[in-house]
C-alpha cells in the first residue's frame, strides 16, 4: 500500500508508453527524493552547528527536488530531468567551490553524468557527451579556477573548513552519492534483466510459433483437400447421372462439404486472429456476453428439446479481451450444443460464472455425449476429432487452450462417456 502510494506520488496517474520509460520516471522521483532527504540531513546537520550561510544553497536544491518530483509527476518528464541534472549539477559546483576538496562532495558530478546517461538515453547521446563535458568543466573549474561569484567568506567558512566537519561532510557525500549511485546501476542492471528476459521469452514464443505453423499448415493442407477431392467426385457424378433423386442427393452433399469447408476456413481465421492481434483489455459484464453467444446458437437442432441454465450474475464485471473470451465462449457453449445427446430425455446446459480472488471462474456443464477417457487428453491438439462421425474440424478446442494461454488462464475437463462433460476456466479478472 506504502509503495504504491509512493509510486503515485512520484509519476502521478499518468501511464508512460513503455515499461521503460516508467521505470525511468519511477527512477527520476526517487532520485528527487533522495536529493531533497540528503540536503535536508545537511540543513540540519549544519544548524545544529550554528552554520548558516550555505542555507540559501541548500533550499534552492530542496526547490529543485520538489520542482523535479512534480514535473514527474505532470508527466513532464524531459523537462523534469533538465531540471533535476542543470540545478544539482549547478549547486554541486557552488559547494564544491565552498568547501574543501577532501568533503568528497566531487562525487555528485559522477552521479550527475550517470543519470544524464539513464535519463536521456542512447538516443539522445549528443546531448549526453555534451552534459557530461559540462560537468568535467564544472569539476575542473570548481577545484583549479572557481569563479569568485560563488566564492563565499566569513566566520562560517572557518568552521566548514575545520577537520571535524570535513570529517562528516566526506561521510555524508560518500554516502549520499553511494546510494544515488546504486539508485542508477541497479535501475540499469533491472532494464538489462527484463530485455533479457523479454528476448528469450519471444524468442522461445517465436519457436513454438514457427512449430505449430509448420504443424498447421501441413494440416491444415490435408484438411481442406479432403472436401474439394469429395466434391470433385461428387461434381464427377451429377456430370454422369440423369437422375434427379441422386442429383438432388449430390446437391445436398455437395452444400455438407462446402458448409465443413467454411467453418474449417472460419476457425484459420479465429486462430491466425488470436496469435495475431495483441491483448486488448476492456472493462463490460459478462452475463450480457453469454446471452448474444446463446441467441446466436439458438438454430442449432431443437434447442426447444434442451435445459439452459444461465448461473451468471447480471451485474458481475470482467476486466478481459471481450473478442477473445466471446470465441472462447462460443467455441466450448456451440460444443454443448452439438453433442447433446438426443436418446437422452432431457438435455441440460449449464453456464456459470463466480468471482474468487482477483480470478473468474466458468463452467460449462452438459449432459450430453460426453468423452472416453484415453482421448480426454488429445482433444486440445490440433485438428484432432473424438470421432470420425465428428462434423467438426478439429480446430475448435484447440482455440480455445491458446486463447486460454493469452489471456493468462488455465482449462479443465472432466468427463465420463455417455454422462457428459464439464469444462472449467479460471481466468485473472484484470489482465
Not at 51 to 68: D, K
Not at 111 to 131: D, E, K, P, Q
Not at 216 to 235: D, I
Not at 301 to 320: A, Q
Request: hydrophobic share 45%; net charge neutral; with cysteine.
Amino acid at each position: 500500500m506504502h509503495v504504491s502510494l509512493l509510486t503515485r506520488l512520484l509519476i502521478g496517474n499518468i501511464k508512460p508508453a513503455s515499461r521503460a520509460e516508467y521505470k525511468v520516471a519511477l527512477l527520476r522521483g526517487q532520485l528527487g527524493v533522495l536529493c531533497f532527504v540528503v540536503v535536508l540531513f545537511y540543513l540540519i546537520f549544519d544548524s545544529s552547528q550554528d552554520i548558516y550561510i550555505l542555507v540559501p544553497g541548500y533550499l534552492m536544491v530542496m526547490v529543485a527536488s520538489v520542482l523535479t518530483i512534480m514535473l514527474n509527476h505532470r508527466g513532464y518528464y524531459r523537462a523534469s530531468s533538465l531540471t533535476f541534472l542543470l540545478l544539482i549539477s549547478i549547486m554541486t559546483y557552488f559547494f564544491a567551490v565552498n568547501d574543501s576538496s577532501q568533503s568528497g562532495v566531487f562525487v555528485y558530478f559522477i552521479m550527475a553524468a550517470l543519470t544524464s546517461m539513464v535519463l536521456f538515453g542512447y538516443s539522445n547521446r549528443l546531448f549526453v557527451v555534451l552534459f557530461c563535458m559540462f560537468l568535467v568543466f564544472l569539476f575542473l573549474s570548481a577545484y583549479l579556477f572557481p569563479l569568485p561569484m560563488f566564492v563565499l567568506s566569513g566566520v562560517d567558512m572557518e568552521r566548514i573548513n575545520a577537520e571535524e566537519y570535513r570529517l562528516i561532510s566526506f561521510i555524508i557525500n560518500f554516502l549520499g552519492g553511494f546510494f544515488l549511485c546504486t539508485a542508477v546501476v541497479y535501475f540499469l542492471m533491472d532494464m538489462n534483466y527484463h530485455s533479457q528476459k523479454e528476448i528469450l521469452e519471444k524468442n522461445t514464443l517465436l519457436t513454438k510459433t514457427n512449430q505449430e505453423l509448420d504443424r498447421f499448415v501441413y494440416s491444415a493442407s490435408h484438411e481442406l483437400r479432403a472436401p474439394l477431392t469429395s466434391l470433385l467426385g461428387l461434381l464427377d457424378i451429377a456430370g454422369r447421372t440423369s437422375s434427379e433423386e441422386e442429383l438432388k442427393q449430390c446437391h445436398s452433399m455437395m452444400h455438407e462439404r462446402i458448409q465443413n469447408m467454411d467453418l474449417l476456413i472460419k476457425e484459420v481465421i479465429d486462430f491466425s486472429r488470436n496469435a495475431r492481434q495483441e491483448i486488448s483489455k476492456e472493462k463490460f459484464l459478462l452475463r450480457p456476453l453469454v446471452q448474444k453467444i446463446l441467441d446466436d446458437l439458438k438454430f442449432m437442432g431443437p434447442v426447444d428439446k434442451m435445459t439452459l441454465k444461465l448461473s451468471v450474475h447480471p451485474e458481475m464485471e470482467v476486466i478481459t479481451d471481450p473478442a477473445r473470451l466471446k470465441m472462447l465462449l462460443n467455441n466450448l457453449i456451440s460444443n454443448a450444443f452439438k453433442y447433446a445427446d438426443r436418446q437422452k430425455d432431457k438435455c441440460e446446459i449449464e453456464i456459470g460464472a463466480q468471482s474468487e480472488n482477483q480470478h473468474v471462474t466458468l463452467w460449462i456443464k452438459d449432459n450430453g455425449q460426453g468423452i472416453a477417457i484415453e482421448q480426454q487428453q488429445k482433444i486440445f491438439n490440433m485438428f484432432y476429432r473424438a470421432s470420425e462421425d465428428s462434423s467438426g474440424s478439429g480446430l475448435g478446442l484447440y482455440i480455445v487452450r491458446e486463447i486460454v494461454t493469452r489471456l493468462n488462464g488455465t482449462i479443465q475437463l472432466k468427463s465420463a462417456l455417455g454422462q457428459g462433460s464439464t469444462f472449467t476456466l479460471r481466468l485473472p479478472s484484470h489482465l
